[in-house]
């Protein structure tokens, strides 16, 4: 079982910055590759950004591409995402996820990541 819980999720005016984290807990951290994932208001669940075990294969989603960065550290048991440049339609719940496969290609289907955090709320102003 992992535990992971989100944090630095806000209200931000358009072309700011945040910096969200995943700390988890449970089993080794570095046995799983991580993901962020988003919901909007009326919206399905879409995946944003994915790393593998141990941070050198990183993947994102065209709408987030060149403006968001993910990174883990394996020794403080965290993933995180950077964004810049952010914009109204980025606002939603964030949510990380843990998936047990190993995998050097990324993982963008959420059926594919076995235990979610509770997520938190990114708002971005126009």
């Known amino acids: 079982q992992v535990q992971l819980v989100e944090s630095g999720g806000g209200l931000v005016q358009a072309g700011g910055s945040l910096r969200l984290s995943c700390a988890a807990s449970?089993?080794?951290?570095?046995?799983?590759?991580m993901g962020w994932f988003r919901q909007a208001p009326g919206k399905e669940r879409e995946f944003v950004a994915d790393i593998n075990w141990s941070g050198g294969n990183t993947n994102y989603a065209d709408s987030v591409k060149g403006r968001f960065t993910i990174s883990r550290d394996n020794a403080r048991n965290t993933l995180y995402l950077e964004m810049n440049s952010l914009k109204p339609e980025d606002t939603a719940v964030y949510y990380c996820a843990a998936s047990g496969r190993f995998s050097l290609a990324p993982i963008s289907g959420i059926e594919k990541y076995d235990y979610w955090g509770q997520g938190t709320q990114v708002t971005v102003s126009s």
């Open positions: 449970g089993r080794t951290f570095s046995n799983y590759h």
